[in-house]
């Protein structure tokens, strides 16, 4: 069954260190997109990426970066960890056909300490 | 722009009760629209989706919701409430400007038994 994946499911790093959290898809979707969540917030669009070599920013993209180097992969790098990027991750995946429903990873829970 | 607002951050019914949660958008188009369950500490499942096809969409585990343009509503129903229905609730309008995800801030349901 095809599935989007996560990974880690829980990382704990210090300010100022970079860390990428992986997103894998194999529904072979063009869309792919990175939430983060937060408590009072909801869920806040970082960057999506509408097919390989395509990025773009989302509402809340300062201090997060992504590459599509394939239709698979949507990696989100954290250049310079904050404390204030302590959340829970989702990254989600769609079809560029109706009726575009996305579909979503498990999630990543971020400390940054 | 497209928005979506959802009238109740918190809603409590007993188990085997009938459950609403609402759900108002904005549009210029005929939207997409969605509604997302999320289980605490998991990630979201789709519940449903508005496909134009019919107004009266059903889901999954019981749930339908029924989409009214002249109110520009899509509220989430269920004849009756089950202990497993406990979690967050999200309505999500997919923009047709930019096609991007616009996500309501969520409905915390809880089911007293």
């Known amino acids: 069954d095809a599935e989007i994946t996560q990974s880690p499911r829980h990382k704990i790093t210090e300010t100022g260190r970079q860390v990428t959290l992986a997103c894998h898809q194999t529904w072979n979707h063009n869309n792919m997109f990175w939430y983060r969540q937060d408590l009072g917030h909801g869920l806040r669009l970082i960057h999506y990426s509408y097919g390989v070599q395509d990025t773009n920013k989302g509402e809340v993209s300062d201090g997060y970066s992504v590459s599509r180097s394939n239709t698979e992969d949507l990696p989100l790098t954290l250049e310079s960890a904050a404390s204030s990027q302590t959340s829970v991750y989702f990254c989600?995946?769609?079809?560029?056909?109706?009726?575009?429903?996305?579909?979503f990873g498990p999630g990543t829970r971020l400390t940054v300490t | 722009a497209q928005s979506v607002t959802q009238l109740d951050s918190h809603v409590s019914v007993s188990e085997g009760t009938p459950v609403l949660l609402r759900c108002n958008y904005s549009s210029s188009y005929s939207p997409s629209l969605f509604w997302y369950v999320q289980h605490p500490n998991k990630g979201l499942q789709l519940l449903l989706k508005y496909t134009s096809a019919a107004t009266l969409v059903k889901g999954i585990n019981g749930f339908e919701a029924e989409f009214k343009k002249s109110e520009t509503s899509f509220h989430l129903t269920k004849p009756s409430a089950h202990m497993s229905d406990a979690a967050e609730y999200f309505c999500v309008v997919r923009d047709t400007g930019t096609y991007k995800y616009i996500f309501g801030t969520g409905t915390r349901l809880k089911v007293l038994a």
């Open positions: 989600a995946s769609s079809d560029g056909d109706p009726p575009y429903e996305q579909y």
